[in-house]
């Protein structure tokens, strides 16, 4: 059964940093797409960085040089690291993962994968 449980958000200043880390279940194998999509009210979806086998990852353009994702398929987690953080980064987001390659092929992130988790909150601000 594939499960995603996230954690790690919080409320931080502009210029903060935050590390959100996903434990997923062992029914996501290492060929499985990985990434992180968030959501703020109010606006659509946005892929933030994906994690597909081969090592191939991928960022938004809004987070590229900031953000880093990282995935231990031992540990089964996905972690997503976040420096120099904005009060446009404040959203919802979620850890997603996906059996096909689709969302991890793209030239930007894809924000729609077959499993996510609840989400965990990201709040920048003074």
């Known amino acids: 059964q594939v499960h995603l449980q996230e954690s790690g958000g919080a409320s931080v200043q502009p210029g903060g940093s935050l590390r959100l880390s996903c434990q997923y279940s062992e029914a996501i194998t290492s060929s499985y797409c990985m990434g992180w999509f968030r959501q703020a009210p109010g606006k659509e979806r946005e892929g ?7 090592r191939r990852i991928n960022y938004a353009d809004s987070v590229k040089g900031r953000f880093i994702i990282s995935r231990d398929n031992v540990k089964n ?46 709040t920048v601000s003074s």
């Open 77 to 122: 987690t996905l972690d997503l690291q976040m420096l120099r953080l904005t009060v446009e980064d404040t959203a919802m987001y979620y850890c997603a993962a996906d059996p096909l390659f689709q969302p991890c092929g793209g030239r930007t992130p894809s924000a729609s994968f077959t499993y996510s988790g609840q989400g965990t909150q990201v």
């Open 48 to 54: 933030v960085a994906t994690f597909g086998p081969a």
